[in-house]
């Protein structure tokens, strides 16, 4: 008589079971909070070139919203216009955009005055237009916006504080301090998915 077939038995470790569990949950929860704070950080500084919304109002059949650099400093400023229209908010490209900023003083309530044509511009914020007066001196400014139309023509304004000139450095740490912090969390997501990764399986062979 043949003797009969040795059975083996396999058992799989714990570890392994607990690791094909939690383990993918874990990456793509990290994954999703990495790519998450990797868009917010992206916008921020998208929006860093762009600024701060001065002024957002309806002037006529136009909806006018107005950015600058946030704070403002003397010299040349950069100020983004978006023209729409009121009603469906759609942007309107044929609109010719003119800025004029005027120092405001305790005298006679009118100083330097600079008058610039807008440009058309398009990027991640859309399309719009951009002027870039130079404020001689910092102190409180009246921006003027001019917006004509194929059938007519309407000026929005608003009053702001122009800053001295900064030191370099704090106009660049946007720039510098960001990239770092991606590269950290790009570092964290790796750490997390190395420790996710299952552990191949243990067998025990016993006759």
Not at 55 to 73: D, E, R, W
Request: glycine fraction near 4%.
């Amino acid at each position: 008589m043949s003797p009969l077939p040795i059975r083996r038995k396999t058992r799989v470790s714990c570890s392994h079971e607990v690791a094909k569990v939690n383990g993918p949950s874990r990456i793509n929860r990290t994954t999703f909070i990495f790519t998450v704070l990797v868009v917010l950080l992206s916008t921020n500084v998208a929006r860093a070139d762009l600024g701060q919304v001065r002024l957002s109002q309806t002037a006529g059949s136009y909806h006018v919203t107005v950015l600058t650099p946030a704070p403002l400093y003397q010299g040349t400023a950069v100020i983004s216009v978006f023209v729409q229209d009121a009603t469906t908010l759609t942007p309107i490209d044929d609109a010719t955009v003119e800025v004029s900023a005027r120092r405001q003083t305790d005298e006679s309530n009118s100083g330097p005055t600079t008058i610039v044509s807008a440009t058309r511009d398009q990027d991640i914020a859309g399309p719009h237009h951009v002027a870039r007066p130079f404020l001689i001196e910092p102190g409180e400014w009246q921006i003027d916006v001019e917006i004509t139309g194929a059938t007519e023509r309407q000026t929005v304004s608003f009053v702001c504080n122009v800053a001295s000139t900064p030191p370099r450095w704090q106009t660049l740490w946007p720039w510098i301090s960001w990239p770092p912090v991606v590269i950290l969390l790009f570092a964290l997501r790796e750490y997390t998915r190395s420790r996710g990764r299952s552990p191949r399986q243990t067998t025990h062979s016993s006759p």
